[in-house]
């Protein structure tokens, strides 16, 4: 299953909106993670939704931009599953969360996966601990 569909995406503005405004976050550079769980209405196929945000401050160039959004949904795209889906479907549970690139020069896609990777078990972490507080 190694596809970033449309409803993976993370697009509703009022979801936006109140990620932003309700969200926790964590940095673990060269991203910046906000993040919110849902309550689980129906059995979702996708139990993450996923915003990729490069600041225009740090790269002023739409490519360079462009390749960085490129490069994150890759390494997402093939490192979800195992990292983050697997923990979320086991608990039941559904988020929404924006990565946002905070680094000012572009990763090589290896070191990049690697960091994605980190970040993907450290957000499956959060969010089962999360959950379970409340």
């Known amino acids: 299953m190694n ?31 906000v993040w ?3 309550l689980p209405t129906a059995p979702a196929n996708f139990p ?9 401050k740090r790269f002023k160039r739409a490519n360079k931009r462009n390749k960085v959004k490129r490069l994150i ?9 195992e990292f983050l889906y697997k923990t979320l479907r086991v608990q039941k549970i559904n988020v929404i969360f924006m990565c946002s690139y905070v680094g000012n020069d572009i990763f090589t896609y290896v070191e990049l996966e690697k960091k994605l990777k980190l970040l993907l078990i450290r957000l499956s972490k959060e969010v089962v601990k999360n959950v379970q507080k409340n």
């Open 48 to 56: 993450a939704q996923l915003l990729i945000s490069v600041p225009k």
């Open 73 to 81: 949904r890759e390494a997402y795209r093939l490192n979800k599953e």
């Open 3 to 33: 596809t970033f569909k449309k409803e993976e995406r993370l697009c509703s503005k009022t979801q936006i909106a109140e990620l932003l405004q309700n969200g926790s976050s964590f940095l673990l550079y060269p991203f910046r993670i």
């Open 36 to 38: 919110l769980p849902l």
